[in-house]
């Protein structure tokens, strides 16, 4: 796993490609190949140039879209805006399992969504 920001844009759009098919099927909402791949492009592009999202991981992107489609508040869409609402309530959840591991001392292995900040290599 290695940060957003240090993802290969072409590989990471079509992760995301394949992200937002399945939540369309997921969310039963019926789109054409052409407008995901364009929600794919500008995804993936504000995934790895947004300062806010650098440090997560695509795997937490996708647990964000899984709790956003299973439990989020409002009626899931397949846009933008959608995607950053589910990015940022998850980003809230991950820096929170971070504050409970290493500032209250929780042990790893009890705390929902934890995981073991990436190692930025140069």
């Keep these: 796993m290695k940060p957003l920001k240090q993802e290969n ?6 992760k ?3 992200l937002i098919a399945k939540t369309s099927i997921e969310i039963g909402h019926k789109t054409d190949g052409k407008s995901m791949a364009s929600l794919s492009k500008i995804f993936a592009s504000d995934l790895i140039q947004e300062n806010r999202f650098g ?6 992107v996708q647990d964000a ?5 299973r439990f989020g508040k409002d ?3 397949l846009n933008i805006r959608t995607f950053y609402k589910w990015v ?9 399992a971070y ?4 500032t209250l001392g929780k042990p790893k292995e009890k705390v929902l969504f934890y995981q073991e900040p990436v190692k930025l290599l140069r």
Excluded: C, W
């Design 65 to 69: 879209f899984r709790q956003g489609v």
């Design 9 to 14: 844009i072409q590989e990471l759009t079509e």
């Design 99 to 102: 504050y409970e591991v290493h």
């Design 88 to 96: 940022y309530a998850h980003k809230k959840v991950v820096d929170s």
């Design 75 to 77: 009626e899931p869409f």
């Design 16 to 18: 995301v490609y394949e």
């Design 55 to 60: 440090n997560m991981t695509f795997n937490q």
